[in-house]
């Protein structure tokens, strides 16, 4: 059964009210809320979301979402996704001082400078403007250059769009897109490209000529040797078995034992 006393919000959507939050999270002080999913439920106005004080984590993607006003009492909330709304703005989060991690592609976003408001955030480290398995973006990212724009917005980023700018594994991302840059045909005209160099010097790959081991060898006479000597102790003892059980039925059965 759905949750009941959702009233009508802007543009035709639904508004989030004390009875829907509690019947989302079995939570009667809203203060006490600490995640929060709310995902697809045609969301047009977060009405008392700004009283949820205490909350962490919250997910308000897929909905019809325009403004976030209400988030901004929200200071210690870490993680939020807002992707596949109608923002085109995020203002309100520049006071969610513990804001980690920013999911806000699939928005109406159209400009670096309006990421401005994040730039104050100490804690925030990741951040997504465009999913390319999902299939969401912003207007901001059909300009080639958005990425590097981002990057010196918000030096303190460690991912941007799940890629990796900072810290172990940066590199390789880097490579990446030094390649497509690469290979992106050029419209406009210029000089020849150079001719593409090898990555190593020749003779590199060339394999190694075989060369014996001295070392390997006496250790493998060594091994052969001293199998060979458990050979040997392995059939002497087996003769030595045998000889005892043929003195020992040939002496026949005894009453007692003396040691």
């Given at each position: 059964?759905?949750?009941?006393a959702e009233k009508?919000?802007?543009a035709?959507?639904l508004q989030?009210?004390?009875q829907?939050?509690?019947?989302?999270?079995?939570?009667?002080?809203l203060?006490?809320i600490?995640l929060?999913k709310?995902?697809g439920?045609?969301?047009?106005d977060?009405?008392?979301?700004?009283?949820?004080?205490g909350?962490?984590?919250l997910?308000?993607?897929?909905n019809a979402?325009?403004?976030?006003?209400?988030?901004?009492s929200?200071r210690?909330?870490?993680?939020?996704?807002v992707s596949?709304?109608?923002?085109?703005?995020?203002?309100?989060l520049?006071?969610c001082e513990n804001?980690?991690s920013?999911?806000?592609?699939g928005?109406?976003?159209?400009?670096?400078g309006q990421?401005?408001?994040?730039?104050?955030?100490?804690c925030?480290e990741?951040l997504?403007?465009?999913?390319?398995?999902?299939?969401?973006?912003?207007?901001?990212?059909a300009?080639?250059s958005?990425?590097?724009?981002?990057?010196?917005?918000l030096?303190g980023?460690k991912?941007?769009?799940g890629e990796r700018v900072?810290?172990?594994?940066?590199?390789?991302?880097?490579l990446?897109r030094d390649?497509?840059?690469s290979?992106?045909?050029?419209?406009s005209?210029?000089p020849?490209?150079t001719?593409?160099q090898?990555w190593v010097?020749?003779g590199?790959w060339?394999?190694w000529?075989s060369?014996?081991?001295?070392?390997?060898?006496?250790?493998?006479?060594?091994?052969?040797?001293t199998?060979?000597?458990?050979?040997d102790l392995d059939?002497?003892?087996s003769?030595?078995?045998a000889?005892?059980?043929q003195?020992?039925?040939?002496?026949?059965?005894?009453?007692s034992?003396?040691?």
């Amino acid at each position: 059964m759905d949750p009941p006393a959702e009233k009508p919000g802007e543009a035709g959507g639904l508004q989030i009210t004390p009875q829907l939050l509690k019947s989302r999270t079995g939570e009667f002080p809203l203060e006490s809320i600490l995640l929060l999913k709310l995902r697809g439920l045609g969301l047009a106005d977060l009405g008392c979301l700004g009283e949820c004080l205490g909350l962490e984590w919250l997910d308000l993607s897929g909905n019809a979402l325009t403004h976030l006003g209400p988030l901004a009492s929200l200071r210690q909330l870490a993680v939020l996704n807002v992707s596949n709304n109608r923002l085109t703005g995020l203002e309100p989060l520049a006071t969610c001082e513990n804001l980690q991690s920013l999911n806000a592609a699939g928005n109406l976003l159209a400009t670096p400078g309006q990421l401005q408001c994040l730039a104050g955030l100490p804690c925030l480290e990741y951040l997504r403007l465009r999913d390319p398995l999902a299939r969401l973006s912003n207007p901001l990212c059909a300009n080639p250059s958005y990425w590097a724009a981002v990057r010196e917005l918000l030096p303190g980023l460690k991912v941007i769009d799940g890629e990796r700018v900072i810290g172990r594994g940066s590199e390789f991302y880097q490579l990446c897109r030094d390649l497509d840059s690469s290979l992106r045909p050029s419209s406009s005209p210029g000089p020849r490209a150079t001719e593409a160099q090898p990555w190593v010097e020749p003779g590199y790959w060339e394999s190694w000529p075989s060369r014996s081991s001295s070392i390997l060898e006496e250790a493998c006479r060594q091994f052969q040797d001293t199998l060979q000597e458990c050979w040997d102790l392995d059939r002497q003892a087996s003769d030595s078995l045998a000889q005892a059980e043929q003195v020992l039925s040939s002496a026949g059965p005894t009453s007692s034992f003396v040691f």
